[in-house]
């Protein structure tokens, strides 16, 4: 709550922009990997759209052309006056650096307490998916845990994690598959499996 919340900012804006600049630097030393490349060669196949809550640019790195980043972007700020000044930003973000309107800019993240802008555009994926594959998340942070409750009834689900929770969504899930591992190696063997299915 100290660095990722509107009250946390209004007490102390220079301890969220230090978190957020370490963030930064960090994922732009990383690289995607073999699970990112996966979702890109699934492309071939199939048409995909990527829902994320994740705020780094792995999966446009990786090649992914359809990204949907429920919770922002970290590689982007915006105006505290006007969100929708949005800016592209890979360096560090100071007390001192304004929008166009002369104020404060801020991580474009949504932040606890924050609406989540696009979560209907999500929605809207979700609800029109032919097969879904959850990926590394525990299913506990909302709104994004509920998109599975609007994805159709019997569509295959594939749920990747390394310790995977149980979810009252899936028992009524007949095309249910749970991989106990992390994303680089379930996502690969999910890729292959679609790709060698009719």
């Not at 301890?15 to 370490?22: G, P, Q």
Request: proline fraction near 5%; glycine fraction near 6%; hydrophobic fraction near 40%.
């Amino acid at each position: 709550m100290e660095v990722a919340s509107p009250e946390g900012w209004k007490r102390n804006k220079w301890l969220v922009l230090e978190f957020y600049n370490k963030r930064r630097r960090n994922l732009l030393e990383a690289e995607p990997n073999r699970a990112h490349l996966a979702l890109v060669d699934l492309e071939k196949k199939y048409q995909v759209c990527i829902i994320t809550q994740n705020v780094d640019d792995l999966h446009e790195r990786a090649g992914s052309n359809r990204v949907i980043h429920l919770h922002g972007e970290l590689l982007k700020v915006r105006s505290t006056a006007d969100p929708h000044l949005v800016y592209d930003w890979n360096s560090d973000l100071n007390l001192g650096d304004t929008c166009e309107k002369g104020s404060q800019l801020r991580p474009h993240v949504v932040w606890f307490g924050e609406e989540v802008p696009m979560m209907e555009l999500a929605g809207t994926e979700t609800r029109t998916a032919d097969i879904l594959i959850i990926v590394g998340t525990s299913l506990q942070v909302y709104p994004a845990a509920g998109l599975i409750s609007i994805a159709a009834p019997n569509i295959p689900v594939f749920y990747i994690d390394p310790a995977p929770k149980s979810s009252s969504e899936f028992v009524s899930r007949r095309q249910l598959v749970v991989l106990n591992e992390n994303a680089s190696t379930g996502v690969v063997k999910v890729v292959e499996q679609l790709f060698h299915s009719e």
